[in-house]
């Protein structure tokens, strides 16, 4: 595993450590060692961190062709990648979870019994980082010191992940530090490019064996195995077994004119508005009134019950923000532009040659013209004449950013505590363009739970497959939940027992349209009025009516100043259609079969009563 004496290995004027440093477990150094016999590397390089050696990780992704530097007046610090083009989303469809038995799974997962997942995934990874280097990643999630943060250990041929991964997660020396030297609880992800042939990519989960093993795929969802892997579908499991939760959600910090603060946690499918709803810009008007939004995090959540206080406790495990990039400019989520103007990872988005042979990237909706031409995301030639022609896009509707947190301007100061926040509320939504009004709060936690359990979302490009169809998808984690679905819901049921007092629960659609097409809320920013009262609801100051699904304000009671929305808007936004609701129940039977005869009982009831109220 060494490469000569000295331990290190000079990269672009940067010398690599080739020998760990002191203090790595020996469970750590024998696992580096089986998964270097086995994949082969021509040397194995263990990483710090440090932002030295992230630049050099660049320097070399530019002498490999994996990064592009951009124009560093304009992006300072910051890189381009394009992906293989069968490569830019998540694959459902090739990821498992590996357990003895298919229970374990349920019925939504993938399974492979692991054994064979073993013997499959060994046969992919023999050999398959011969001519490259094994980049050993130390990283941990959450807070250093938070009773959830949790150590894991990546090993990967590729220098955009490993990149990356110094951007999402607390990596370096501290997760060494984390584990400590007789450490054997870490979770081992193993990852390589391979030949990026869609018939050979497998991301497989081992719950029982805290392990992941994903091969065939370079894509931040596929490869950061930090991040939807470990994040989400091995701490959903953990959590199931240790009574906290993992939850595909954004964390945001509302403070009132008078500094009264508080916390939403809100899940929302991919591409979906998570990003732009966790850096919510308020309107001119609650801005000179004092109201403030912050960010703790965009996409992931972890949530215990604090023993003192009785309440549902929350942190961000992440460091950074793998956004979506169309539709990110100015006036959608101008927080989100400035978080990606330095040090930040542009995938997927066109790349513009300037005259003075620097680089530039583009993309649909951003805020500068479009150029005469680009490579796009395909690496093909675009102009707006092959554009208008073809349809052609400079950028991939699932194109990302990788930004870090702290670049965030209303990063809340919360977000490194390792304590994390009390949760008030929490909000689902989805994509839906009818049947679901704008805003509701549910009648209680369980009803709550119903609700999330049963939204659906029109689907996005953050996955591959058919588009705009409505799919169920469960507290926004049909994709990520790591255990059987069934046990997934029985323990948010179960969660309640633990609290002495709930967050409430809302659902929200911003999505929805009239007859003719139009969307009939405006969005963005603007969400502010919807919240501001969610917000007066968790601490008892709003009005509501008790209707078909739930406590829903009155027209009167949603803020409509100065936008070009009218109270005939808000009633229609907010209309329950009987017949549609009766469609909704059946189109939900498309989850409630998957499970038949195992449904959590709460779930059967809360269907039951809400047929009564039809």
Not at 475 to 490: E, T
């Amino acid at each position: 595993m060494s490469s000569g004496s000295t331990g290190k290995q000079q990269r672009h004027g940067y010398a690599f450590a080739t020998q760990p440093p002191s203090g790595v477990s020996a469970a750590v150094l024998e696992w580096v060692a089986e998964c270097a016999r086995l994949t082969m590397p021509d040397r194995v390089v263990w990483l710090d961190g440090s932002l030295d050696e992230r630049q050099a990780l660049f320097s070399l992704g530019e002498s490999e062709g994996i990064f592009v530097q951009l124009n560093q007046k304009k992006w300072p610090g910051c890189w381009y990648h394009r992906s293989n083009s069968n490569d830019v989303a998540r694959t459902e469809h090739l990821t498992f979870i590996c357990t003895p038995s298919q229970d374990t799974a349920g019925p939504t997962n993938n399974w492979m019994d692991d054994k064979l997942a073993y013997a499959k995934l060994r046969g992919l990874f023999a050999g398959s980082m011969k001519g490259r280097t094994m980049f050993v990643i130390p990283f941990v999630m959450g807070p250093l010191g938070s009773p959830l943060a949790k150590v894991g250990v990546e090993l990967t041929d590729s220098p955009y992940v490993a990149a990356n991964m110094g951007i999402m997660t607390r990596m370096g020396l501290q997760a060494w530090q984390q584990l400590g030297p007789a450490g054997t609880e870490f979770t081992r992800c193993l990852h390589s490019i391979g030949d990026v042939n869609p018939e050979r990519r497998y991301i497989c989960h081992f719950p029982f064996d805290n392990t992941i093993w994903s091969f065939g795929s370079g894509y931040g969802g596929n490869a950061l195995l930090g991040k939807k892997c470990l994040a989400l579908r091995i701490a959903s499991f953990l959590g199931k077994q240790q009574n906290w939760m993992a939850e595909h959600m954004l964390l945001m910090g509302i403070e009132s004119p008078s500094k009264e603060k508080t916390y939403v946690a809100a899940a929302f499918p991919s591409a979906c508005g998570k990003t732009n709803f966790a850096m919510l810009i308020p309107p001119e008007k609650y801005k000179r009134a004092g109201w403030k939004i912050t960010t703790l995090g965009d996409d992931i959540v972890w949530m215990w019950v604090d023993k003192e206080s009785g309440r549902l406790h929350a942190i961000n495990p992440e460091t950074g923000y793998f956004g979506v990039v169309p539709g990110t400019n100015s006036k959608s989520n101008p927080n989100a532009l400035e978080a990606c103007r330095s040090n930040t990872i542009f995938t997927n988005v066109g790349l513009v040659k300037l005259s003075d042979g620097t680089f530039d990237v583009w993309w649909e909706d951003s805020d500068w013209p479009a150029p005469e031409k680009c490579i796009n995301w395909e690496g093909k030639e675009w102009t707006p004449a092959i554009a208008k022609e073809t349809g052609m896009k400079a950028a991939h509707p699932n194109s990302r950013f990788t930004a870090p947190m702290e670049n965030n301007p209303v990063l809340d100061p919360a977000a490194r505590d390792p304590k994390g926040v009390p949760v008030n509320a929490i909000v689902f939504g989805g994509r839906r363009s009818k049947t679901i009004p704008l805003v509701y709060q549910a009648f209680n936690w369980v009803h709550g739970v119903y609700v999330g359990a049963t939204i659906g979302s029109e689907t996005t490009a953050a996955a591959t497959g058919q588009q705009g169809v409505v799919r169920r998808d469960p507290m926004a984690m049909l994709p990520f939940i790591g255990y059987n679905i069934r046990d997934y819901l029985g323990h948010w049921f179960r969660m309640r027992k633990l609290m002495s007092d709930c967050p409430r629960v809302f659902m929200v659609n911003w999505f929805r349209k009239n007859d003719a097409g139009k969307f009939l809320w405006p969005g963005f920013g603007e969400n502010m009025r919807v919240l501001k009262w969610i917000v007066d609801r968790c601490h008892g100051r709003a009005y509501a009516r008790e209707t078909t699904v739930g406590w829903m304000p009155r027209p009167e009671d949603i803020d409509i100043e100065g936008i070009d929305v009218t109270l005939a808007d808000i009633r229609e936004l907010e209309t329950v259609s009987t017949d549609e609701i009766k469609q909704e129940i059946l189109l939900q039977e498309e989850l409630f079969l998957k499970i038949a005869g195992e449904l959590p009982k709460e779930m059967i009831f809360q269907r039951e009563l809400l047929i009564t109220r039809l």
